[in-house]
């Protein structure tokens, strides 16, 4: 292990799931950095361990026992390194995973990142072994704001938890009932984001169509006109919405805000109405895809993607059939698909007709395979146009200097250049389209 600096700790924090949990592990970084960590890429070199877990899916799950595995030997090695686990794991088993990780020293839940300073002290003093997984109805703005933001984008939540209760879901259980920040919160947090140089804000909450229910004073399409209005703000995206609640206001926005960027992720999860009902959705196939229509007649150039669960139990072969129709009618520019796994505390976990695991893993290669097809035909239809790109990164390949960046409808981009560039978004021209990405041309020539 390297010396750290007089003072300085390093600390190693690996990731798991979603875009809650990359702003969660950013606000934990916050916290650290209050008390004297910087970050480091090498567990080896690290006086603290951090793993931010997901357990929406068992397969995430499953990957963070490995990980804390790994880890093991190194606290044999170095009884001094702090090691703990954060996220929704930590908040759904609590004490039970200090005794299945005899070596781990804390667990602390979503709702308890900014105690984190606190907990890091007492188990320095005690070396005692901490578990912070309390929840409160309300939101202390103590745990939020320290962000900043290292290539012009930012995630700002918005609101915390979810009511729903999917059937499938476990979030309402690791992250708690939803409550909203107050809007004042927000607008100052995007504005400090805003004078250190960020250009695209993400406002995050697992539900944002339903952002004010619980107590904040102005809508979530108001939410977003205000961002909108920040000096120095030129992006703005939300995730994720949900199908029952989004307005025809909030569609009608992206016709009068410019910022909003042109991109909806609005998840369906299956195409059959009775298993949409089963899930708990608050929806049919048809009213979902009456929004998506909706949204596609009066901003065609949107993009919209979308979430599908496969093999959800009891999901017979014409209830997938009805999925990939579904699929097939809406043209979805993406999709995120997962195979069904049962969450403990849910309440689909008791549900009988489950799917075998085979059955589950064919319908999802079906679906994937039908997807890759359309995602290919809706990027090809860019070739040729012209559009905005938000400018990530550069490499530089002997000879050939080469930009990357995102277009307002979330698609990646490179081109080559090798001047300066005048600004951090630029106009190019896409010339051909892969799976994943799109190639461009800048300056755009006479198109
Ligand atoms: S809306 Fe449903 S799927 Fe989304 S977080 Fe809430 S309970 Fe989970």
Known sequence: MEQSAEGVKRVFLETFGCQMNDNDSERILGFLKNINYTRTSKPTDADLIILNTCSVRDKAEQKVYSALGRFKELKEERPGLILGVAGCVAQQEGKKLLKRAPYLDLVFGPQNIHRLPDLIGEISKKRGRLVAVEQSESIDENEY???SAADGRAFVSIMRGCDNFCAYCIVPYTRGREVSRRSADIIGEVSRLAEGGVKEVTLLGQNVNSYGAGGAEVSFPELLRLVARIDGIRRVRFITSHPKDISVGLIRLFGEEPKLARHIHLPVQSGSDRVLKAMGRGYTASHYSSKVR??????PDISVTTDI?????GETEDEFEETIALLRDLRFDNIFSFMYSPRPLTKAAAF???????VRSKRL??????????????????????VEVLLEGASTAPGEREFSGRTSCNRIVRFPYEGVLPDSIVEV???EAYPNSLRAEFPPQGK
């Open 145 to 147: 704001g320290l962000l």
């Open 294 to 299: 909706l949204i596609k007649n009066l901003h």
């Open 309 to 313: 669960i496969v093999g959800f139990p």
């Open 352 to 358: 009988t007709g489950h799917v075998p695991a085979d």
């Open 365 to 386: 290669q079906r679906l994937q395979d039908a997807q890759r097809c359309i995602t290919l035909e809706r990027s090809r239809e860019l070739v040729g146009r012209r």
């Open 429 to 431: 021209v896409v010339t």
